[in-house]
């Protein structure tokens, strides 16, 4: 079980597009920081599926070393009782991939009331609206201001915790097919030109 303190949680694999160099660097500026010192981060994923096209082994390295030595912890493939035990200890949820799909992670991060710092490369930011923070994932200045904002920001925990709860309660099946439909509609005229 993690030890006691701030944590910061990231979900997913260890694709270069997955931002986790530039995630490691801005909470290694962040730790530098007053009253950081109980701030760590676990990278839960299975970096075995990425293995012709991973940054893992970069990531474990630049985790080695100060300030983030002893800070990070790869967790490796959780089955979901672990993840869920993981995501309630957490303090925040980070996705700052370059290019995002759906984002799951973070939908479910969402609903167990985790406030969530996300891409906006996703569809994320139109899915949790005022349940996320986002940031551009090239703008690592961004990213230290929202893991810095979120961590240290009771009050902003809170309003990121119940917008997001609130937009997943939103996020019907109905809503869903009628979302799609509505970028079939959006891409068809593109579809009929070319």
């Known amino acids: 079980a993690p030890a006691p303190g701030r944590l910061l949680v990231y979900v997913g694999g260890f694709s270069p597009h997955k931002n986790l160099l530039g995630l490691l660097e801005a909470l290694a500026a962040v730790l530098g920081r007053p009253g950081m010192d109980d701030v760590r981060l676990v990278l839960v994923g299975d970096h075995l599926t990425d293995a012709f096209h991973s940054c893992y082994r970069e990531a474990v390295e630049r985790a080695a070393r100060p300030p983030l030595a002893g800070r990070v912890e790869f ?100 809503r869903a097919a009628r979302d799609l439909v509505a970028v079939f509609d959006r891409l068809a005229p593109h579809a009929q030109a070319a």
């Open 75 to 174: 967790a490796g493939y959780l089955p979901d009782p672990q993840l869920v035990e993981v995501l309630n200890q957490a303090t925040a949820l980070v996705l700052p991939s370059f290019l995002e799909g759906f984002g799951l992670p973070a939908i479910e991060a969402a609903a167990c009331g985790l406030p969530v710092i996300a891409t906006t490369a996703s569809p994320l930011p139109e899915l949790l609206g005022a349940g996320g923070w986002f940031v551009d994932p090239h703008d690592r200045a961004a990213l230290e201001n929202a893991l810095s904002g979120v961590l240290s920001d009771p009050d902003l925990r809170r309003r990121l915790r119940d917008e997001g709860r609130r937009a997943v309660q939103a996020l019907t099946w109905d």
